[in-house]
């Protein structure tokens, strides 16, 4: 299984750009990366997904370096409304959703 | 298309009761599942289903029942709460089996207490 290691928590204020940095150091070939969002009390979300150099969309990028050994989601100018748990996966498209692990994510509090 | 629904949004039970917590997908999704998400931590797998009829377990099965008779529905069943039980419960759907690459949805979650 694709362990990812986050931190654990990451403070910022408003209007600053946010990086958040997952570790999997033992990424498969075959495997994406895939980060979810999570606000209190509600269900997480999917927010991006990626194989390989940069991805963006509207709501953040996510780059991954040519070795797939980490990857960096980032939030551009964010806002208090994106304070949330953040969680990065790595599965592949034969696995089922039993070898995907929630981890204890990384908590973002965005402060005025 | 209400995605995901969850029903109810809270319960309160006494040790030993038993209830069923419902799960509705209207997305005609393919695969379902149930986490369990205890506080300050991350979600964990109870049980999943690849397609109606299908079922299987995850990482933490014991003392959880399920079954899946419509492409819709996914209910989960508690057969004798224990405490230790107490925790938000999310569903989740999508449409593929592709664990790595279909995204999921998840409903609102059924914050459940044991007393």
């Known amino acids: 299984l694709a362990k990812t290691t986050q931190p654990i928590s990451m403070d910022s204020y408003e209007g600053q750009e946010v990086n958040i940095t997952c570790s999997h150091n033992n990424i498969a070939t075959n495997d994406y990366i895939t980060w979810y969002q999570q606000f209190p009390s509600q269900g997480p979300r999917f927010i991006i997904q990626g194989y390989k150099t940069k991805v963006t969309n509207e709501v953040a990028s996510l780059f991954i370096p040519a070795d797939r050994k980490s990857s960096t989601l980032s939030l551009p100018r964010v806002s208090l409304s994106d304070t949330a748990v953040y969680y990065c996966?790595?599965?592949?498209?034969?696995?089922?959703?039993?070898?995907?692990?929630f981890g204890a994510g990384t908590r973002l509090a965005v402060h005025p | 298309n209400a995605g995901v629904t969850q029903t109810p949004k809270f319960q309160v039970l006494k040790t030993g009761q038993s209830m069923t917590l419902q799960c509705a997908q209207d997305m005609n999704h393919e695969y379902m599942s149930w986490y369990r998400q205890d506080p300050g931590m991350g979600l964990r797998l109870i049980h999943y289903?690849?397609?109606?009829?299908?079922?299987d377990q995850g990482e933490v099965p014991n003392g959880y029942n399920v079954s899946r008779s419509t492409t819709e529905d996914f209910p989960l069943r508690l057969l004798s709460a224990a405490p230790s039980q107490t925790s938000v419960y999310f569903c989740?759907?999508?449409?593929?089996?592709?664990?790595?690459?279909?995204?999921?949805?998840f409903g609102p979650g059924t914050r459940l207490t044991v007393l």
């Open positions: 996966l790595v599965g592949d498209d034969s696995g089922g959703y039993n070898k995907l692990i």
């Open positions: 289903s690849v397609g109606a009829g299908i079922t």
């Open positions: 989740a759907s999508s449409r593929g089996l592709a664990g790595g690459t279909d995204t999921q949805y």
